[in-house]
């Protein structure tokens, strides 16, 4: 058991960015990911089908093995991941807009959060967003067109730049600081969204966050590996152009 892998699923390759930090942190730990990007984007699904995706993802890493389950997708997560943790008996860990830190590290009092519609519009962000914001005005902005583009291998560019300026000038006229990226696949755009927000902006993501909580549970359960190197398999579904490409063409991709 305590060798089996990690498993991780995303809409397609966002969910790169979690697995980057996971292998940091754990790099003794044997990891399957899995790129639903035949399905992606999930950011504009009825609630019904990203649940369902979710589990038929969660459903196919447990056949493969997995001792835990890492939703590194935030539509996934603040939709799917109590449906989840009731369905299957192993531990899960989800990904939520870091609104908390952002909420404790801001001084001007206002903070943007750039996410998907599914992700803005479920629950249990609106539950994190008055648990912990409740005294900070919070931006929010669906950064709709994004997901699609990232998915095609563009993350720079004049296309990218104008849908970018469109989300975030009007955040940047309410004097955020803090601007928390609330998808797992907008950390590919870090460099442009680093160009258009003023250097008093802070940007942040889920990635250690979701790593340590990882580790947390691992140790928890007991069921940290002890292998001396980690080994990392890619499954996907779609097309693998650009998984492949942000995995620097390292690692043998399976479609399924």
């Not at 860990?93 to 952002?102: L, Q, R, Y």
Request: one cysteine or more.
């Amino acid at each position: 058991m305590n060798n089996s892998p990690i498993g991780i699923f995303d809409s397609g390759i966002g969910g790169i960015t979690i697995f980057n930090s996971i292998k940091k942190l754990l790099p003794k730990e044997n990891i399957i990911y899995f790129s639903d990007n035949l399905n992606s984007p999930y950011g504009n699904k009825p609630i019904e089908t990203i649940q369902k995706l979710s589990y038929n993802n969660a459903q196919w890493l447990l056949e493969k093995g997995c001792k835990l389950i890492v939703v590194a997708c935030n539509t996934a997560t603040t939709n799917s991941i109590s449906n989840l943790r009731d369905k299957f008996n192993l531990p899960f860990v989800g990904i939520e807009p870091a609104i908390k830190p952002a909420a404790m590290k801001t001084k001007t009092g206002k903070i943007g959060v750039l996410a998907t519609k599914g992700t803005l519009s479920s629950s249990l962000f609106n539950l994190t967003s008055a648990d912990h914001a409740s005294n900070i005005e919070i931006i929010e902005k669906n950064g709709d067109g994004l997901v699609k583009l990232i998915e095609n291998g563009i993350f720079e560019g004049i296309e990218i730049e104008n849908l970018l300026h469109e989300y975030l000038d009007f955040m940047i006229n309410k004097k955020i600081d803090h601007l928390v990226l609330g998808c797992t696949h907008y950390p590919f755009l870090n460099k442009v969204i680093s160009k258009i927000l003023p250097n008093s902006v802070k940007i942040i993501d889920s990635g250690e966050a979701v790593a340590r909580q990882t580790k947390a549970l691992l140790i928890n359960n007991k069921i940290e590996s002890n292998c001396k190197q980690g080994h990392y398999s890619f499954y996907y579904n779609g097309d693998s152009a650009t998984l492949n490409k942000v995995l620097n063409h390292k690692f043998e991709l399976k479609r399924i």
